[in-house]
């Protein structure tokens, strides 16, 4: 069962006792320190974390996680970091049993419509389904690559992914 808001704020008060701060910006910059170059960006199912899968440390990696691990909605966030840290690569990936395949974006369409029916922008929206796992990462690639906000030295640094979620390896996908 899934804990409750509440619980997971005992959980915080629990582990702050023991925080440990990190270093702020400026502390980072005093100690000839940079922030993580690496962004990788993937889906917020909970099987498909990065820390894990990749073992990183704090501050190995910028990880941003949405719904299918699809670049299109975080492009300006992406501009916006490489333009404030400078990013030097980009992992795009995605998983196997993604929740993003077993739904299509009619199905989640006629849900909102059912909801909102005067809601007319519904009809034109897209919620990022995946019929193909290696397909729909080789299209993030292409859609970085082609954004007129990421460098194209940025762009040819961007790699893909797919991560098993069975076997725990990942395996490139080329853009």
């Known amino acids: 069962m899934s804990p409750t808001v509440a619980e997971l704020l005992e959980r915080n008060r629990q582990l702050a006792a023991t925080h440990e701060p990190f270093p702020t910006f400026s502390e980072m910059s005093d100690a000839g320190k940079s922030p993580a170059k690496i962004a990788i960006v993937t889906c917020i199912d909970p099987r498909s974390n990065p820390d894990r899968f990749l073992g990183l440390n704090p501050g ?3 990880v941003i996680r949405n719904v299918c691990g699809h670049i299109a909605p975080i492009l300006n966030d992406i501009a916006a ?16 049993d993604c929740g993003a395949s077993h739904f299509n974006d009619s199905l989640i369409r006629d849900g909102l419509k059912k909801r909102f029916p005067s809601n007319e922008d519904v009809d034109t929206m897209s919620f990022g389904a995946i019929t193909n796992i290696e397909q729909s990462v080789k299209d993030d690639l292409t859609i970085l690559k082609k954004s007129p906000l990421i460098s194209k030295e940025l762009g040819e640094r961007s790699v893909g992914f797919v991560y098993d979620i069975k076997s725990g390896l990942l395996t490139a996908v080329e853009g």
């Open 60 to 62: 190995d990696a910028l």
């Open 81 to 96: 970091l490489d333009v404030f840290i400078g990013l030097s690569d980009i992992m795009v990936v995605h998983h196997t």
